[in-house]
């Protein structure tokens, strides 16, 4: 067989999420959007409920109903696009609660679905999502009124814990919130790692669960495994792969690998990044294909039957710097090609 293996590691994932639940005063919901970044919404739902999860978020009212089917009644389901055209039913049926961003958000979620809880999403300076100031404070009265279950925000520089947005941002969720009764969220991963003064009611860590940036101690929970299908000796002067990138210096010996950038192995690594033999790095030679990828192996005694792209030597955040982007881009673009894995996990 020719797919790669990934093996997620779901007691690595819940031993993150105890990690930064440690590290927070208040309680430590999850985001699992876009598929749980990527490694199965509905397994990493699972294991964290079972670690005591009570707050789950998605992007999607979509998503939050795939996600309600795997977990079940019970913990909270919150949408962070709010009440769009069209999501009533599913925000009815699926029991989801959806962050209102607008007055427009607002008057649609009251109209088609009076009784049903709600959250409201400020925005606190990112500029992105969220009612701005003068509209809250038009509607907070009659919001207020109703089941309104959440107030929250989103940090826009919380992965750089000295960038002054972070504290004006804090300052305006305040003042925004000065009074509310209903529990509030500020903090995503990088906001628990800000302090206390971040931490309010919920927090909803993602990419730290996951392994990735700015949870700088988290657990590796992805590794992925790439068969070699053939290796071959190169004379000085050969070159290797499309456009004929690479030219042998020197004699050498390349692995082609099963892999690609159809797989979420970002052609832009090409050139820069590197495979592992165990703790032996072996450079790409020549660009990423579309089902491969071509290793300088010259240097090893033996070539091992699978190379290993994520793993101990080489985490998310190492192969997003040499892909040029982050961490969370290597995640949610894993592909559908590979065998997966899940080891641990209750469930
Ligand atoms: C994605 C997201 C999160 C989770 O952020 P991480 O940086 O992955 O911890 C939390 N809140 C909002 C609004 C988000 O969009």
């Known amino acids: 067989m020719a797919s790669g293996n990934l093996t997620i590691d779901l007691d690595a994932l819940v031993a993150n999420w105890r990690a930064l639940d440690a590290l927070n005063a208040g309680e430590t919901g999850a985001c699992v959007k876009a598929d749980g970044y990527g490694l199965d919404a509905g397994r990493v739902a699972r294991a964290l409920a079972d670690a005591g999860v009570r707050n789950f978020f998605v992007a999607l009212a979509e998503e939050g109903v795939t996600l309600r089917r795997a977990l079940g009644d019970g913990p909270a389901i919150n949408v962070f696009s709010g009440h769009m ?3 009533a039913p599913l925000i009815a049926e699926a029991g989801l609660t959806p962050m209102l961003n607008s007055a ?7 109209a088609a679905l009076p009784d049903h809880p709600y959250g409201v999403q400020l925005d606190s300076g ?13 509607l907070r009265t009659g919001l207020e009124a109703g089941p309104l279950t959440l107030v929250m925000s989103h940090l826009a520089c919380a992965d750089d814990p000295g960038h002054p947005q972070n504290a004006a941002q804090l300052v305006s ?5 000065e009074g509310v009764t209903a529990p509030r969220s500020l903090a995503a991963t990088g906001g628990i790692l800000l302090g206390a003064d971040y931490h ?5 860590p993602g990419i730290g669960l996951y392994g990735g940036l700015p949870f700088a101690a988290a657990q590796p ?24 990138s690479h030219i042998a210096r020197h004699k050498a010996r390349i692995a082609t690998v099963s892999g690609g950038y159809a797989d979420g ?21 020549g660009r990423v294909s579309m089902d491969l990828l071509t290793v300088d192996v010259t240097h090893l005694d033996a070539v091992p039957d699978h190379l290993d792209i994520l793993c101990p030597a080489q985490g998310v955040d190492d192969l997003a710097e040499a892909a040029g982007t982050i961490g969370y881009e290597i995640l949610t673009s894993l592909g559908p090609r590979y065998a997966r894995h899940y080891a641990g996990g209750a469930s």
Do not use: K
């Open 104 to 110: 427009e958000q607002a008057a649609r979620h009251r």
């Open 200 to 204: 309010f009611d919920l927090a909803r």
């Open 173 to 177: 969720f305040t003042e925004m919130t």
């Open 126 to 138: 990112m500029n992105r999502l969220g009612m701005e100031p003068a509209e809250w404070a038009a």
């Open 221 to 244: 929970v992805v590794r992925l495994s790439l068969p070699v299908i053939q290796v071959r000796d190169l004379e000085r002067g050969e070159s290797v792969g499309y456009g004929a």
């Open 265 to 285: 192995l970002i052609r832009a690594m090409g050139g820069i990044g590197a495979l592992y033999a165990a703790d032996m790095a072996c450079p790409l030679a």
């Open 85 to 87: 055209e069209g999501d």
